[in-house]
């Protein structure tokens, strides 16, 4: 891929959100979705240069960064809301809209498949198999780019007393939900439905980096003090204690679990 197609795609998705807020006036929601997904491309670009890609390779996952999240823009006008469960796979939605609305002239067609399966795939909770190589790099680039981004903007929003907006009949007091905690012990996971505090929610998230496909991602998140910060908000637990144990392999600072 090319720079100038890079411009390109940026114009196409310009005009893409705009045409959501002619719709229904420029959301918080909606703006919050526009900010990130141009957060993620610029994640996707510096991962690639820690990785090395080449040029091209490199404009491609800016762009598949960028086209992501296209699905949250169609769910949040139909749903009024970003959860999955209430509402539908912003996945899968987000390749329809590829498919359908995506100029296919802009990019080589093999590009747009991979830009599609990453976007399809981004959100699920397991790794597809049978996969090609390259399907498999540019995605887990992509998850890793786009989790980066949400440890960010967790933290903003809990800063400034705005969780809800992001989480929706979240407590922003409690302690931790047994059922989350025997999931993320178990399995390593949980599933938003699940989670009913604000503990939840940063337990879960900070799970998130056994699942890193780059040790790269993890310091950057460790560099920008994400991982620390939600360390000292978790409340004491036991077996929140055993799940943090797990993850000192994974880059977690040791110094700080409980």
């Known amino acids: 891929m090319r720079l100038k197609e890079i411009d390109e795609i940026r114009r196409w998705f310009d005009n893409y959100v705009a045409s959501f807020y002619s719709t229904c006036g420029r959301l918080h929601q909606l703006d919050l979705k526009e900010r990130h997904s141009h957060r993620v491309a610029e994640n996707a670009g510096l991962l690639a240069d820690e990785l090395r890609w080449d040029e091209s390779t490199r404009h491609l996952a800016v762009a598949a960064g960028l086209l ?6 169609p769910q949040y006008l ?17 390749e329809r809209v590829l498919r359908e609305d995506f100029p296919g002239d802009i990019i080589d067609p093999i590009e747009l498949e991979l830009i599609a399966f990453t976007t399809r795939e981004h959100n699920k909770k397991d790794l597809p198999v049978g996969r090609t190589e390259k399907e498999m790099e540019l995605l887990k ?16 929003h809990i800063k400034r007393g705005e969780t809800d907006s992001i989480y929706p009949g979240i407590g922003p007091e409690g302690r931790f939900t047994p059922a989350v ?9 949980a599933r938003y439905d699940q989670l009913r505090t604000l503990s939840d929610v940063l337990l879960f998230q900070l ?13 950057l998140l460790r560099d920008r003090g994400d991982l620390e910060w939600i360390l000292d908000r978790l409340p004491e637990d036991s077996t929140a204690a055993e799940i943090l144990g797990s ?8 110094q700080t679990c409980r």
């Open 207 to 219: 799970c998130w980096i056994k699942d890193m496909a780059h040790p790269q991602s993890v310091e």
């Open 78 to 94: 139909d749903y009024g809301t970003f959860y999955d469960f209430r509402s539908l796979d912003h996945g899968d939605r987000g």
């Open 68 to 73: 992501h999240d296209l699905g949250r823009f």
């Open 247 to 254: 993850l000192k392999g994974s880059m977690l600072p040791s």
């Open 181 to 189: 905690l025997d999931e993320l012990r178990g399995h390593g996971k």
């Open 141 to 156: 680039l992509i998850k890793d780019s786009d989790r980066i981004d949400i440890f960010r903007v967790v933290r903003e």
